[in-house]
């Protein structure tokens, strides 16, 4: 069982940045690629961003390649998603997403693992 925190979400004006974190519980957090969603007002949850076990490997949407960045700490059971050049359309709840492989993570349903979310919201 792996349970995912996420933290970070807040209001923030268009062209800033923003950090969001996500902690894991369970010691095989080093086992499992981990990804990001959001899910913006009356949209479907879409996929973000996803980083691989060892962080070697990363992929992104093409709406936020150039400004969002994924990494991760296994040391600290933590994933990051550092967000540059926010957009009003990036306003969204972002989710934390586990899954023990890696071609698989940026399809919503062979996540294993759900963070509750953060609400990140960009002004205008």
């Known amino acids: 069982q792996v349970q995912l925190v996420e933290s970070g979400g807040g209001l923030v004006q268009a062209g800033g940045s923003l950090r969001l974190s996500c902690a894991a519980s369970?010691?095989?957090?080093?086992?499992?690629?981990m990804g990001w969603f959001r899910q913006a007002p009356g949209k479907e949850r879409e996929f973000v961003a996803a980083?691989?076990?060892?962080?070697?490997?990363?992929a992104y949407a093409d709406s936020v390649k150039g400004r969002f960045a994924i990494s991760r700490d296994n040391a600290k059971n933590t994933v990051y998603l550092q967000m540059d050049s926010l957009k009003p359309e990036d306003t969204a709840v972002y989710y934390c997403?586990?899954?023990?492989?890696?071609?698989?993570?940026?399809?919503?349903?062979?996540?294993?693992?759900w963070g509750q979310g953060t609400q990140v919201t960009v002004s205008s």
């Open positions: 980083i691989s076990w060892s962080g070697g490997v990363t």
């Open positions: 369970g010691r095989t957090f080093s086992a499992y690629a």
């Open positions: 997403a586990s899954d023990k492989n890696y071609r698989s993570i940026r399809f919503e349903a062979y996540v294993d693992y």
